[in-house]
C-alpha cells in the first residue's frame, strides 16, 4: 500500500522546539517533493514548505509564516521527511501533514500523510 | 502569499450540478495551470480530485471536473451526491515557487 506515514507531534511549550517525520511506504520518495502543510483545528489548509528532489539540489521554501524558524529536510536512504520547528509560538498549534508532488511540472499533492497534531501551550 | 479565495458554503440537491470559485492574482492561479483541488471529509486527510486545472487522477469521478478563466479556477461537481458533502480546497504554485490554498468550502448536500 502506497501511504505516508507521520510522527513526532507533541505538546510543547511556547518557545520550544519539535521535529516531525514523514515516512514512506509501498513507494520511493526519492525523485518526488516532499511538502508540509498544517491545519489548525476547525481552519484550513496551509502550505508549510516544501524540500525538492536530489535533481534539484534540496531546494527548499517556505511560508511567510514560518520562514527562519522552520526547517524541511530529507533522508531519502531512509525514505523520509523531516520538519524541524523552532521557536514555537502558539499560532503554530496545528495538526502537520505530509504531503509529496510525484512529479515536477505538476501541482498534485499525493499521497497524503495521516497528520500529526502540534499542540503549542504554556 | 495571501490565501486563495473560495465561498464559505456552497449546497444544492442531490443530482444538481455546483461550481466552486478560487480566485487568486497573476502570482499564483493566473501564471501557471498549475492548480489541484482537494476534497477532506470531517477527520479524514484531503485528496486529491483535480489536478493542473483540469485533471482528473485515476479513480476520481468524471462527475468532478476543473477549469481556469484568467486568475479564477473552478471546480464543478455534477450529478451531486450525499457522499460530495465535504470541504473543498484549491491549491496554486506560485510565482515564488511556494504554494498557496483557498480558505475551503464547506458543500452541503440538501
Known amino acids: 500500500e502506497v501511504q505516508l506515514v507521520v510522527s513526532g507531534g507533541d505538546l510543547v511549550q511556547p518557545g520550544g522546539s519539535l521535529t516531525l517525520s514523514c515516512a514512506a511506504s509501498g513507494f520511493s520518495l526519492s525523485g518526488s517533493t516532499i511538502h508540509w502543510v498544517r491545519q489548525a483545528s476547525g481552519k484550513g489548509l496551509e502550505w508549510v514548505g516544501r524540500v525538492r528532489s536530489k535533481a534539484y539540489s534540496y531546494a527548499t521554501a517556505y511560508s511567510g509564516a514560518v520562514k527562519g524558524r522552520f526547517t524541511i529536510s530529507r533522508d531519502d536512504s531512509r525514505n523520509t521527511g523531516y520538519l524541524r520547528m523552532d521557536s514555537l509560538e502558539i499560532e503554530d498549534t496545528a495538526l502537520y501533514y505530509c504531503t509529496r508532488v510525484p512529479v515536477p511540472n505538476s501541482w498534485r499533492f499525493d499521497p497524503w500523510g495521516q497528520g500529526t497534531l502540534v499542540t503549542v501551550s504554556s | 502569499q495571501s490565501a486563495l479565495t473560495q465561498p464559505a458554503s456552497v449546497s444544492g440537491s442531490p443530482g444538481q450540478s455546483i461550481t466552486i470559485s478560487c480566485t487568486g492574482t497573476?502570482?499564483?492561479?493566473?501564471?501557471?495551470?498549475?492548480v489541484s483541488w482537494y476534497q477532506q471529509h470531517p477527520g479524514k486527510a484531503p485528496k486529491v480530485i483535480i489536478y493542473?486545472?483540469?485533471n482528473r487522477p485515476s479513480g476520481v469521478s468524471d462527475r468532478f471536473s476543473g477549469s481556469k478563466s484568467g486568475n479564477t479556477a473552478s471546480l464543478t461537481i455534477s450529478g451531486l451526491q450525499a457522499e460530495d458533502e465535504a470541504d473543498y480546497y484549491c491549491?496554486?504554485?506560485?510565482?515564488?515557487?511556494?504554494?498557496?490554498f483557498g480558505g475551503g468550502t464547506e458543500v452541503t448536500v440538501l
Open positions: 497573476s502570482s499564483d492561479v493566473g501564471a501557471y495551470n498549475y
Open positions: 491549491s496554486s504554485y506560485t510565482t515564488t515557487a511556494t504554494g498557496v
Open positions: 493542473d486545472v483540469s
